[in-house]
């Protein structure tokens, strides 16, 4: 396929469907390409997006949240209900060195492998509890019945959210990633914006009270946690602020939901398509790490990253001005043909499995990596227990959400077998 590459909209609808044979033709043709009318630069072979990752100097991350720019009578308004909430501070996706540094270090401490390891049973129970829930059905939508209550329910419990607030908590989830990459309307962002609201006075409300209270929990965690604590040239420590505590939460939130949930979507889909991997999972569940990370590669629920160029330059012959917005395309770095062979092929036995972008790569490596494996491991491995098999549903349409960065399906009907059922 070669269409005109200056005139590539991300947000038409074929191409939200499947942008792939897009993102090959820029790789072979205009790897770093400015996108008429949005004014953007896509970057998409690996190298360069690589080259981007490493040099955080000259890439920004402080392109102030993931939303498309907007005009100045709509920021108007955006700013009004914002100043019903907390200010939105930049900690540490949107932020640059060294307050980065800080936040991330900061983070770590309270996010560490243990803290992960440590949600392994409850993200068995939550699993178990999950699947008891349809087992005895024909035929399932997996994005609601697995894909967004697992992911949503294991942060909530690590945040320590009731059960009772549960709905309330995906729906903010929901909200704070509204405007990432796609091209919704004001009133929409407007509401969106309502809803973070409602998540910062709710989470402000439950640090004020682990203040006289502190529990055993994430957020009590970063409300006694100093910055620079472990730096013993700085002698102001101060605790973070309400406004960087909610942003962290806010994060963590974010990242954790929607991003997993697509990964198991997508995860199931490539099984379904890939008869032969769902037995080899069954014969042995040991191969659904491999699985999972396979799955990461040809579905990179984050499909790309904003940057702001902090200097005039030259990327690959073109002339990047000084402030310029650019997309790192992790999805396209992810199917390169100098780095994988048959890049569009499912195939759990590549020997580079790891070396994919899906969870991006230096200063901003997903801090949730980790948990995010952990969830497609214990997910894959109840999932190969209990199920005998699973096919697409004929009432399949593979519909896209319309964002460009955060590619998932919205739904995905399948036709179950549970295990012992001939
Ligand atoms: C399949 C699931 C996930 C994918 C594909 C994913 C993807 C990514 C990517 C690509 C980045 C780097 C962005 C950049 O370079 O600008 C990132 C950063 C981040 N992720 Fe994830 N993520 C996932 C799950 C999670 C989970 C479960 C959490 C937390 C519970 C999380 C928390 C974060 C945070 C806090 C950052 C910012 C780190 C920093 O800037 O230092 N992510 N994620």
Redesign the pocket.
Known sequence: MTNDLATFNPFDSDTLQCPFPHYAQMRAEQPVIQIEGLGMFLVTRHDLVMQI?RDPATYS?MFGGASMPLPSEARAKMAEVMAEGYPRVPT??TADMPD?TRY?RLVSKAFTPKVVAELEPVIRAITTRLIDSWIDEPSIEFVTQFGVPL?VEV?AHALNVPESRMADFKRWSDDSIAGIGTDITLEQRLAAEHGVNEYQHYFAAEFERRMTEPQDDLLTALLQARIDDDDPEVTDKRPLDMAEMLSIVQ??LV??NE??TK?LTETMRLLAENPREWDRLKADPGRAPAVIEEA?RLST??QG?FRIATRDHELDGVQIPKGSRLVIV?ASANRDEELYDDPDTFDPDRENLRDHL???KG???????A??RLEGKVALEELSRRLDGFTLADSNEFGYFPSFLLRGLTKLDLDIRPAGVA
């Open positions: 990752l991350s540490m996706l980065h991330r992911p942060i994060q963590l990242a954790g991003t997993t990964l990461l629920p984050t990253m992790f899906a969870f991006g200063i901003h490596f997903c801090l949730g990596a948990l995010s």
